[in-house]
């Protein structure tokens, strides 16, 4: 089948409208029953995406003890030092 007439096919259909700014076609909401739309259930549900941060956690991951054991870690303090960051740890 040529595209022109694949296009011509498409746009001849009643549920598609015209393509995008993009190109895509889209269907029409007017097709889709609005009974099954519901915005509320989707506002109402609450997600917690992380945990509350703990302070304990962080010094012992990201501290000065921490960094100064590693050589990796001692590279780190370095940069800072040479980029000449204030803190230079946790």
Do not use: D, Q, Y
Not at 9 to 17: C, D, E, H, Q
Not at 58 to 67: A, F, M, S
């Amino acid at each position: 089948m040529a595209l022109p007439n694949l296009l011509s096919g498409l746009l001849s259909r009643a549920s598609w409208v015209a393509p995008s700014v993009f190109g895509h076609f889209r269907p029409l909401l007017s097709s889709v029953p609005s009974a099954n739309i519901s915005t509320t259930s989707v506002l109402a549900n609450i997600r917690c995406h992380f945990p509350r941060p703990s302070e304990i956690k962080r010094v012992r991951r990201h501290g000065w003890k921490k960094r100064m054991s590693t050589l990796a870690g001692r590279k780190i303090i370095m940069n800072r030092i040479l980029k000449g960051r204030f803190v230079l740890s946790h």
